[in-house]
């Protein structure tokens, strides 16, 4: 959600922004959706996030979406009829097993 207001609206004040939230089939899914600035850049696959030399070293954006390519099952994007969609699925599994 932070991301859709920093970037999609750059900060903006009262812009739309709607988060959506459910579990079914042993997973949870959360949608954001708004009306701002579409992503321009693919997003990152699992895998690709690496360890920084230093701080001076962390990306100033994007590192948001590295991070959550590599805490969810699924990253899904799209934008149709001006309306952004952002879809993270990540599968649950019981303690122990």
């Not at 579409?38 to 954006?61: C, I, N, Y």
Request: aromatic share 4%; glycine share 12%.
């Amino acid at each position: 959600m932070n991301n859709a207001i920093q970037h999609a609206y750059e900060g903006r004040p009262g812009e739309f922004v709607e988060i959506a939230a459910g579990f079914d089939a042993g997973a949870a899914t959360v949608a954001v959706r708004d009306r701002g600035r579409a992503l321009t850049r693919p997003l990152p696959a699992k895998g690709t996030l690496s360890r920084p030399a230093g701080p001076d070293r962390v990306a100033q954006r994007g590192l948001g979406l590295h991070i959550i390519a590599e805490i969810v099952d699924e990253v899904r994007y799209g934008s149709r009829d001006g309306v952004n969609e952002l879809v993270l699925r990540k599968t649950l599994r019981p303690p122990g097993s």
